[in-house]
């Protein structure tokens, strides 16, 4: 896109997909807060970047969710914000597995096994085939393998499970499990290196097993389409249970990579409890338990600026989203007022925002 000199305009889809409204011009912010919301009891914000943010807004919001009293991070690309996802011991020595977005480009990890806290170091990450493999490297008695089916002759209409950590804020730190058939033999665009599957996938579910019904894994669940950008495309369907998992071939062709050597198939006894004692709850970087249960938000942003004898928004909008739940608790929206700079205009949006989720302090933008 060519950008006119005089003006600049930024969109942020997650933004305008989750807060798309109209708000009539005026010289004061412009807020709204989810019901329940109990903003006081967010500390920890990841911003994420506006992608070519030619007037450095950025650094501006990061600076200012600091000063008003945050515990502000700034997602680096291609890095998870807070990622939460599933994995399963495959060896044990405590070699884990997952999918490389779970990841991103950090270098170490943490893990729940059986509810035990274990920090992992990354030992390879294949963005290409989506896995990463993990190593705990605390002292630690014998791990649990999960077992591989000896067989895995794909098959539409075979039943398969999913067993993971959906939506831990919500449901819990237990393991949950589904039952699906298999939908394709090929993933999405006939990806050869993929099935499709009907058992629902959540966020937190990457990374987890693909199971038969003797709860061997037959592979990894990868990915679920998007629904806004399917009801985009179609103008208003949503995709229903077309969710996608890693072929076992292509996993056993990573870890002989990467020099992991599976134990040899054998004979679940205990199914799917037994399974379930495999499973890992992984979460990116180095986390504690606290943080693991600590409310989080994500901060995201877009606008408009424009040049008149000094820089200007026409408008600014800025959400904070519940990284648990996935749903915007704080939103706010400020329409320029022809008058005041940027900087301004940033600072009255602050001073709203700090009211809202600091009440009681010392509000650094009221001056």
């Known amino acids: 896109m060519n950008w006119k000199p005089q003006i600049r305009i930024l969109w942020l889809g997650l933004l305008f997909a989750l807060i798309a409204t109209s708000v009539t011009s005026c010289s004061t912010p412009q807020f709204a807060v989810a019901p329940d919301a109990h903003l006081e009891k967010y500390r920890k914000v990841y911003l994420i970047p506006s992608h070519g943010d030619p007037r450095a807004v950025t650094p501006r919001i990061l600076g200012r969710l600091k000063e ?80 591989f089916a ?47 599957l009907s058992a629902p996938v959540q966020p937190g579910n990457s990374g987890g097993p693909l199971l038969n019904p003797r709860a061997e894994a037959i592979g990894v669940v990868s990915a679920t389409l998007n629904p806004l950008s399917i009801a985009e495309q179609t103008g208003g369907a949503l995709p229903q249970n077309v969710n996608f998992a890693i072929k076992a071939n292509i996993i056993r062709a990573f870890l002989e990579t990467n020099h992991v050597t599976l134990p040899p198939s054998g004979t679940n006894d205990d199914g799917f409890e037994g399974a379930k004692k495999s499973l890992a709850l992984v979460r990116a970087g180095n986390v504690t338990d606290e943080e693991l249960k600590q409310p989080t938000v994500v901060c995201v942003f877009g606008y408009y600026s424009f040049f008149d004898y000094w820089w200007r928004f026409r408008r600014i909008e800025i959400a904070f989203i519940d990284l648990k739940t996935h749903s915007a608790v704080f939103r706010i929206v400020q329409n320029g007022d022809n008058l005041t700079s940027e900087n301004g205009e940033l600072d009255k949006l602050f001073a709203t925002i700090s009211d809202k989720f600091f009440p009681g302090q010392r509000n650094p933008f009221k001056k």
């Open 150 to 196: 000896a067989e895995t002759n794909y098959a539409m209409g075979q039943d398969v499970y999913t067993m993971g950590f959906p939506l831990v804020g919500v449901l819990g730190s237990e393991p949950r499990l589904n039952k699906g058939l298999l939908s394709a033999t090929v993933g999405l665009d006939d990806d050869p290196k993929m099935v499709q």
């Open 68 to 147: 008003a009293g945050f515990d502000a991070s700034l997602v680096e690309s291609n890095s998870p914000v807070a990622s939460q996802g599933t994995g399963f011991v495959i060896t044990p020595e405590g070699d884990v597995l997952t999918c490389a977005h779970v990841i991103g480009r950090l270098t170490n990890a943490t893990v729940w096994i059986n509810n035990t806290r274990f920090p992992c170091s990354v030992l390879a990450c294949d963005t290409n085939r989506d896995l990463a493999l993990l190593h705990v490297e605390a002292d630690h008695l014998p791990f649990r393998p999960m077992l």
